[in-house]
């Protein structure tokens, strides 16, 4: 049986409509994740168990990454988008059977080779940590391998229905996720009558971590019924468009390995910290990674597709595209890094000052948020310009800037992580930060790089000076403003002042870009 696709295929929508669809999908699983995160952080604050918890986490990751949702992205969406512009649905459908039945081979048996060499691992990433903590550490990681190999089967279901333009459905779906762990530990704490960190309660989040993938699965299937009726599953390289795929895939997968090399790395090192540093990360990365997600990610995942479709057009209406989307991210982009710079003790603290988790980590996160956020507008343009790549059929270009990009990190990240490693509040350091400035320079170096090779492809396609420096001035008036607030206001809950400084400040800089006529800029040139 082949593929019978709808016969009302949904309509193009308009570039913000799409944008905004991933956005909202991706916000409200972000907030989830917070509402995770809080949790967390009530029962395990920086303590051993949730170093342990960070470093199980984010070992199996790699999975994901490497066969997830940034390579399913550059090497399968562009095809079968293309296919389905044309009218070629048979061919669309086995195309989708196939990459389902390769992704399952190859995501399961990295999964069962992971749960194989776990022990290795802890022992090689984390020599420094106790006995005890290890052992732990192997535990959160077998049961966390097999649910980031179901997490790759739910990217390929993403893919999917981004190129049928169901954007909302699969950004939405890592709420399932979100939810089961919250219900995990919450209940695990209720059955074993505890009110602070334990052994069973970290492996309770892990157990729901692995249910949560499952689940966010499932929730994606009932919508893939309407485009993939009928569709087989096979392993068959000889499929049309297979082929392509693969070429396409190695040297994304090569620039993903890297990255997660990078990413060991970093744990390898904060390993090697003090105690802490690696559950620290991890809380600033989650508030980092959320404006890139709204608003770097949203752009990217929803112009993929259409950048796809429009590989045939003349250079100038892609660079047309591709400076409106710029533009988009900036615009959202500038604001988020003046307020994690300038206000991220406030966000910190009402967000997961709480149990075990006091003023002293609030401080530290936020000095690492800090140094992720100098590089903030980069690492979300650059996604906009690596997908812009990929709808060109070029993959090797951003794969050769992210080997530089991530050995600029390392090298930095290591002059700088063991200074900074000599300061702190409480028993806590700063070496987290160094890691963090070392990633914000090789972000930067990426998007030069990317802008100056894509400039050689479509020609000028930048933000634009003047709408950067308006959005820029807006920003900074806002972030003036929020924390005048900040100093007149009492003393109150965190969430209260969170509230108090954060509304004038997002108030501010919408009015301002406004009088400036940016924000009226930025709707006309989405609806062009």
Same mark, same amino acid.
């Given at each position: 049986m082949?593929?019978r696709?709808?016969?009302r295929?949904?309509?193009?929508?308009?570039?913000?409509?799409?944008?905004a669809?991933?956005?909202?999908g991706?916000?409200?699983?972000r907030?989830?994740?917070f509402?995770r995160?809080?949790?967390?952080?009530?029962?395990?604050?920086t303590?051993d168990?949730?170093?342990?918890?960070?470093?199980g986490?984010?070992?199996?990751?790699?999975?994901q990454n490497l066969l997830?949702?940034?390579?399913l992205?550059?090497?399968?969406?562009?095809?079968?988008?293309?296919?389905?512009?044309?009218?070629?649905?048979?061919?669309?459908?086995?195309f989708a059977?196939a990459?389902?039945?390769?992704?399952?081979?190859?995501a399961?048996?990295?999964?069962?080779?992971?749960?194989l060499?776990?022990?290795?691992?802890v022992?090689?990433?984390?020599?420094?940590?106790d006995a005890?903590?290890?052992?732990l550490?192997?535990?959160?990681?077998?049961i966390l391998?097999p649910?980031?190999?179901?997490?790759?089967?739910?990217?390929w279901?993403?893919?999917i229905?981004?190129?049928?333009?169901?954007?909302?459905?699969?950004?939405v779906?890592?709420?399932?996720?979100?939810?089961?762990m919250?219900?995990?530990v919450?209940?695990g704490?209720?059955?074993?009558g505890?009110?602070?960190?334990?052994?069973?309660l970290?492996?309770a989040?892990?157990?729901g971590?692995?249910?949560g993938g499952?689940?966010?699965?499932?929730?994606?299937i009932?919508f893939?019924?309407?485009?993939?009726?009928?569709?087989r599953?096979?392993?068959g390289?000889?499929?049309?468009?297979?082929?392509?795929a693969?070429?396409n #895939?190695?040297?994304?997968?090569?620039?993903?390995g890297?990255i997660?090399?990078?990413g060991w790395?970093?744990m390898?090192?904060?390993?090697?910290?003090r105690?802490?540093?690696?559950?620290?990360?991890?809380?600033?990365?989650?508030?980092?990674?959320l404006?890139?997600?709204?608003?770097?990610?949203?752009?990217?995942?929803?112009?993929?597709?259409?950048l796809?479709?429009?590989r045939?057009e003349?250079e100038?209406?892609?660079?047309?595209?591709?400076?409106?989307?710029l533009?988009?991210?900036?615009f #959202?982009?500038?604001?988020s890094?003046?307020?994690?710079?300038m206000?991220?003790?406030v966000?910190v603290s009402?967000?997961?000052?709480t149990?075990?988790?006091?003023a002293?980590?609030?401080?530290?996160?936020?000095a690492v948020?800090?140094?992720?956020?100098?590089?903030?507008?980069?690492s979300?343009?650059?996604?906009?310009?690596?997908?812009?790549?990929?709808?060109?059929?070029d993959?090797?270009t951003?794969a050769?800037?992210?080997?530089l990009?991530?050995?600029?990190?390392a090298v930095v990240?290591?002059?700088?992580m063991?200074?900074?490693?000599? #300061?702190?509040?409480?028993?806590?350091?700063?070496?987290?930060?160094?890691?963090a400035?070392?990633?914000s320079?090789?972000?930067?170096?990426?998007?030069?790089l990317?802008r100056?090779?894509l400039?050689?492809?479509?020609?000028?396609?930048?933000p634009?000076?003047g709408s950067l420096?308006?959005?820029?001035l807006?920003?900074t008036?806002?972030?003036?403003?929020?924390?005048g607030?900040q100093?007149?206001?009492p003393?109150?809950?965190p969430?209260v002042?969170?509230?108090e400084t954060?509304?004038? #400040?997002?108030?501010v800089y919408?009015a301002?870009?406004a009088?400036l006529?940016?924000s009226?800029?930025l709707?006309?040139s989405?609806?062009?």
């Amino acid at each position: 049986m082949t593929i019978r696709p709808d016969p009302r295929p949904e309509p193009a929508p308009g570039e913000a409509r799409a944008a905004a669809r991933v956005g909202a999908g991706i916000f409200f699983s972000r907030i989830f994740g917070f509402i995770r995160d809080r949790v967390v952080a009530y029962y395990f604050g920086t303590s051993d168990f949730a170093d342990a918890w960070r470093a199980g986490l984010r070992m199996p990751n790699v999975v994901q990454n490497l066969l997830g949702e940034g390579t399913l992205s550059a090497s399968m969406i562009p095809i079968y988008a293309e296919m389905i512009e044309e009218g070629r649905e048979e061919d669309a459908a086995r195309f989708a059977g196939a990459a389902l039945g390769i992704l399952t081979v190859v995501a399961g048996s990295l999964a069962l080779l992971g749960w194989l060499i776990a022990p290795w691992l802890v022992a090689l990433f984390f020599a420094a940590w106790d006995a005890e903590k290890q052992a732990l550490t192997v535990s959160l990681v077998r049961i966390l391998f097999p649910m980031t190999g179901v997490l790759v089967l739910s990217a390929w279901a993403l893919g999917i229905l981004n190129s049928h333009r169901r954007f909302f459905i699969s950004y939405v779906a890592p709420v399932v996720w979100n939810v089961a762990m919250i219900s995990a530990v919450i209940g695990g704490a209720v059955y074993f009558g505890l009110q602070a960190q334990s052994r069973d309660l970290v492996l309770a989040l892990a157990w729901g971590g692995l249910a949560g993938g499952v689940l966010q699965l499932a929730f994606q299937i009932p919508f893939l019924v309407r485009y993939m009726r009928g569709m087989r599953v096979s392993v068959g390289r000889g499929v049309d468009g297979v082929q392509e795929a693969v070429t396409n #895939f190695w040297p994304v997968l090569a620039a993903r390995g890297v990255i997660n090399l990078s990413g060991w790395i970093d744990m390898i090192l904060a390993g090697r910290l003090r105690d802490g540093a690696l559950a620290v990360m991890g809380y600033a990365q989650t508030i980092y990674v959320l404006p890139i997600s709204l608003f770097g990610m949203s752009v990217a995942a929803s112009e993929l597709p259409e950048l796809s479709r429009m590989r045939g057009e003349g250079e100038d209406v892609i660079a047309e595209r591709v400076s409106r989307a710029l533009r988009r991210v900036t615009f #959202f982009l500038i604001p988020s890094t003046l307020a994690c710079l300038m206000l991220g003790d406030v966000l910190v603290s009402a967000l997961y000052q709480t149990g075990e988790f006091g003023a002293a980590q609030s401080l530290v996160t936020w000095a690492v948020l800090a140094a992720y956020a100098l590089g903030l507008p980069a690492s979300a343009s650059s996604r906009l310009l690596s997908s812009t790549f990929y709808a060109l059929r070029d993959t090797k270009t951003p794969a050769r800037v992210a080997y530089l990009r991530v050995a600029v990190s390392a090298v930095v990240g290591v002059a700088l992580m063991i200074p900074a490693d000599g #300061f702190g509040f409480s028993n806590l350091r700063l070496g987290a930060a160094g890691l963090a400035l070392g990633a914000s320079v090789g972000a930067w170096l990426e998007y030069g790089l990317l802008r100056r090779a894509l400039g050689r492809r479509i020609g000028s396609h930048g933000p634009g000076g003047g709408s950067l420096s308006k959005v820029a001035l807006a920003a900074t008036l806002a972030t003036a403003a929020a924390i005048g607030v900040q100093l007149v206001v009492p003393t109150a809950h965190p969430i209260v002042i969170a509230l108090e400084t954060l509304v004038p #400040f997002g108030v501010v800089y919408l009015a301002v870009a406004a009088l400036l006529g940016e924000s009226i800029q930025l709707r006309r040139s989405a609806r062009t």
